[in-house]
């Protein structure tokens, strides 16, 4: 659906974007993370055809951004960071307007009206001045607004910035329903929404995507040693050090609690692969039982800052 190469913005001297790849494919939500001045507002910008790249190529569908940058915006609706309202005007007054600059036909632009009332819950406030809502109805506005001419594509930018956990979930129910249907790029700062939002996830640092895969893969694909825990009842430490300590891969076994017939352990492998079936299969041949086996991933916040540490 996109595709993204060795795309490119200079400001002056500055490289706020630095020769990035990236393809989303149609009916995915990919959520593009990054810390503040990381250059994802300046990718969004280009995306969307408010800025002219330095270098590199768009292309969505069967356009390029430098030659068919009105048929793209056709297919876009997008939601900036500040969402442009008109604070006097009446929800359902801006909404016929922006239906009428998208020259919709009359029966269609009723009925995307209701649509966007209904998915965004934007009913009860379509006869109140913009103005008088709070940030969350506002970013609804904003929402509605974008998605009213139906585009293929919609690219959000920080789309809960400033809004408080309730009005964060609200929001994030309506991309995933509007997930099921168009494909999303999304920026965010908050790594839970991605996690819980997005199909996949771009991380940029510096202008440079260091990042990009699903959710669990990237999770374990993230260099370091990975830890398993293992509880067991009837065993003792000696015992389970002797057994499973020469399994390959293994760094280091640690008792971290005992109870009266339970022993939990927590093994430190190398990041060269799953040891699980392994230490199962060890754990079987002996009278142990077995309570608990897991390993323990990564969390996309200690990724995130992983990967994008200044040094």
């Given at each position: 659906?996109?595709?993204?190469?060795h795309?490119?913005?200079?400001?002056?001297?500055?490289?706020?974007?630095?020769?990035?790849?990236?393809n989303?494919?149609?009916?995915?939500?990919?959520?593009?993370?990054?810390?503040?001045?990381?250059?994802?507002?300046?990718?969004?910008?280009?995306?969307?055809?408010?800025l002219?790249?330095?270098?590199g190529t768009?292309?969505?569908?069967?356009?390029?951004?430098?030659?068919?940058?009105?048929?793209?915006?056709?297919?876009l609706?997008?939601?900036?960071?500040?969402?442009?309202?008109?604070?006097?005007?009446?929800?359902?007054?801006?909404?016929?307007?922006?239906a009428?600059?998208?020259?919709?036909?009359?029966?269609?632009?009723i009925s995307?009206?209701?649509?966007?009332?209904?998915?965004?819950?934007?009913?009860?406030?379509?006869?109140?001045?913009?103005?008088?809502?709070s940030?969350?109805?506002?970013?609804?506005?904003?929402?509605?607004?974008?998605?009213l001419?139906?585009?293929?594509?919609l690219?959000?930018?920080?789309?809960?910035?400033g809004?408080?956990?309730?009005?964060?979930?609200?929001?994030?129910d309506?991309?995933?329903?509007?997930?099921?249907?168009?494909?999303?790029?999304?920026?965010?700062?908050?790594?839970?929404?991605?996690?819980?939002?997005?199909d996949r996830?771009?991380?940029?640092?510096?202008?440079?995507?260091?990042?990009?895969?699903?959710?669990?893969?990237?999770?374990?694909?993230?260099?370091?040693?990975?830890?398993?825990?293992?509880?067991?009842?009837n065993?003792?430490?000696?015992?389970?050090?002797?057994?499973?300590?020469?399994v390959?891969?293994?760094?280091?076994?640690v008792?971290?609690?005992?109870?009266?017939?339970?022993?939990?352990?927590?093994?430190?492998?190398?990041p060269?692969?799953?040891?699980?079936?392994?230490?199962?299969?060890?754990?079987k041949?002996t009278?142990?039982?077995?309570?608990?086996?897991?390993?323990?991933?990564k969390?996309?916040?200690?990724?995130?800052?992983e990967?994008?540490?200044?040094?």
């Open positions: 659906m996109i595709q993204v190469e795309l490119t913005k200079y400001y002056d001297d500055l490289c706020a974007v630095d020769h990035i790849n990236f989303v494919r149609k009916g995915e939500i990919l959520g593009l993370l990054g810390p503040n001045g990381a250059g994802k507002t300046t990718t969004l910008r280009m995306l969307t055809g408010y002219r790249p330095t270098k768009i292309r969505v569908k069967d356009y390029t951004i430098d030659k068919h940058t009105v048929e793209i915006k056709k297919l609706g997008y939601l900036p960071e500040s969402a442009p309202l008109y604070y006097d005007m009446l929800v359902y007054d801006y909404l016929d307007y922006v009428n600059m998208r020259d919709l036909e009359r029966n269609r632009k995307r009206i209701r649509y966007m009332g209904d998915i965004c819950g934007l009913n009860d406030v379509m006869h109140k001045s913009i103005g008088e809502l940030k969350g109805f506002k970013q609804r506005v904003g929402l509605a607004h974008a998605m001419s139906d585009p293929e594509i690219v959000l930018d920080e789309p809960t910035l809004l408080d956990p309730n009005q964060i979930v609200e929001i994030r309506i991309v995933r329903r509007i997930g099921k249907e168009k494909t999303i790029i999304l920026s965010t700062h908050i790594l839970s929404e991605a996690e819980a939002a997005c996830i771009v991380i940029i640092h510096q202008g440079k995507i260091v990042a990009d895969s699903v959710t669990e893969t990237l999770k374990q694909s993230v260099s370091g040693e990975s830890t398993i825990h293992i509880s067991l009842k065993a003792d430490f000696e015992s389970v050090k002797k057994k499973l300590g020469p390959e891969g293994i760094v280091s076994l008792p971290i609690g005992q109870g009266d017939d339970t022993l939990n352990v927590k093994v430190t492998c190398q060269s692969g799953d040891l699980r079936e392994d230490l199962y299969r060890r754990i041949r009278g142990w039982i077995l309570l608990e086996l897991h390993q323990e991933t969390s996309l916040e200690s990724i995130f800052q990967l994008t540490k200044e040094n």
